[in-house]
């Protein structure tokens, strides 16, 4: 009987080495900040275009570098959120 309660303490001690041994270390490094150019809000559209093809044509080309801004800036911060900061 009592060889039975030892063998049971052994597994139970080695058992309990072995999920210590497994477990993921503890981050011991603070994480970075962000980049500031991360944090910053997309710009403002621009105010509506008059009627002229040539006004709406040049409001819309606007619009497109404003979201390219804001696509760079969005991707940045997801890069900086995974770990790959530049």
Not at 35 to 55: F, H, N
């Amino acid at each position: 009987m009592h060889s039975g309660f030892l063998r049971l303490l052994v597994l139970a001690a080695a058992s309990m080495m072995t999920a210590c041994a497994s477990s993921n270390p503890h981050a011991s490094a603070l994480p970075r900040p962000l980049p500031a150019a991360a944090l910053q809000l997309c710009p403002a559209p621009p105010a509506p275009p008059g009627a002229e093809v040539d006004e709406v044509a040049a409001a819309l080309m606007d619009m497109y570098g404003l979201y390219g801004q804001c696509a760079a800036l969005h991707a940045d911060l997801v890069r900086a959120l995974e770990g790959g900061q530049r």
